[in-house]
């Protein structure tokens, strides 16, 4: 098992023609072969990938001829919210939002629209999903990974890049990966993702790495303490970061008490996760917090 997607889904490319979708799709496509399509609007009936994929002018085209259940987005920001609302509207399972840069005001109407669709979004400007040997939604590098019982959460794309290495150094696999975004509005929280996560009969332990800015890591280390049962084990990044300054992503912004690197690990510990001071230390806690739970 896995979450979000597995060697079944069958995935779309929103911006597909485009330089970065079709590099990108390329690299999914050769990870696990279940590229089944791409929409450019204008471009319905011609091929990506060599020939090797259809592309369509609507995703509800795509989603009637090739049953696309997840679609993976490269839409340049002015147009990317509209994009998100016609894979809703399409009824996609799964999107995933790489783009970076959208206006806070569209992601605003977008998580309005979203309240009444089964749609469930991932992202934007994150770097996607990845199940390893089933399925690579983002640009996640594929090759980094093993296939295996560790769950991964971010918000920062490298540090998840960094989380794996560090789990595969100490042996150790991963169920799913998931790079939620760092932008003030995001589709999928750390808490639903810890949810799943538990649920998820083929992950042991989970590995949450959040940043400055926002309280999302302290209501996810509040959950976990009430409703996981699984080891958690948690990194903040920005821990050097002054106040009011922001770093990176548009939501790393400290602006309230609770907003510090050193204030949410303090809450998370408190909490019951096993929060880690760097990077380089969270392979071998999971890997002691697993010898403890065997």
């Known amino acids: 098992m896995a979450i979000l997607v597995n060697k079944d889904s069958k995935i779309i490319v929103q911006g597909i023609t485009g330089t970065e979708g079709s590099f990108h799709a390329g690299q999914c496509l050769e990870y696990a072969g279940n590229v089944v399509g791409g929409v450019t609007p204008g471009k319905g009936g011609q091929t990506a990938l060599?020939?090797?994929?259809?592309?369509?002018?609507?995703?509800?085209?795509?989603?009637?001829?090739?049953?696309?259940?997840?679609?993976?987005?490269?839409?340049?920001?002015?147009?990317?919210?509209?994009?998100?609302?016609?894979?809703?509207?399409a009824g996609i399972e799964v999107i995933v939002c790489i783009t970076e840069g959208i206006p806070v005001d569209d992601m605003t109407k977008v998580f309005?629209?979203?309240?009444?669709?089964?749609?469930?979004?991932?992202?934007?400007?994150?770097?996607?999903?990845?199940t390893p040997d089933e399925a690579k939604v983002g640009i996640m590098p594929g090759f980094i990974a093993?296939?295996?019982?560790?769950?991964?959460?971010?918000?920062?794309?490298?540090?998840?890049?960094?989380?794996?290495?560090?789990?595969?150094?100490e042996g150790l696999g991963q169920s799913t990966c998931v790079g939620i975004g760092g932008?003030?509005?995001?589709?999928?929280?750390?808490?639903?993702?810890?949810?799943m996560f538990e649920n998820d009969s083929e992950t042991d332990a989970i590995v949450m790495i959040g940043e400055i800015g926002g309280a999302m890591e302290i209501e996810a280390a509040r959950y976990a303490k009430d409703h996981v049962t699984k080891p958690v084990i948690?990194?903040?990044?920005?821990?050097?970061?002054?106040?009011?300054?922001?770093?990176?992503?548009?939501?790393?912004?400290?602006?309230?008490?609770?907003?510090?690197?050193?204030?949410?690990?303090?809450?998370?510990?408190?909490?019951g996760l096993h929060v880690v001071d760097s990077p380089a230390e969270i392979g071998k806690t999971v890997k002691a917090q697993l010898a403890v739970t065997a």
């Open 50 to 89: 060599d020939g090797k994929v259809p592309v369509f002018n609507t995703v509800q085209e795509a989603r009637k001829e090739v049953g696309a259940n997840v679609t993976l987005i490269f839409v340049p920001p002015p147009f990317a919210a509209d994009a998100i609302m016609e894979a809703a509207d």
């Open 112 to 130: 309005d629209f979203l309240k009444d669709k089964d749609s469930r979004l991932i992202g934007p400007n994150c770097p996607g999903l990845l």
């Open 146 to 169: 093993k296939k295996g019982r560790v769950g991964v959460i971010s918000k920062s794309g490298t540090l998840t890049y960094e989380a794996v290495h560090q789990l595969v150094k």
């Open 183 to 195: 932008d003030p509005i995001i589709g999928t929280k750390m808490i639903d993702l810890l949810e």
């Open 234 to 271: 948690g990194f903040i990044a920005g821990q050097t970061a002054p106040p009011g300054r922001r770093m990176g992503h548009a939501g790393a912004i400290v602006s309230g008490a609770d907003e510090s690197a050193a204030a949410k690990m303090a809450i998370m510990r408190e909490c």
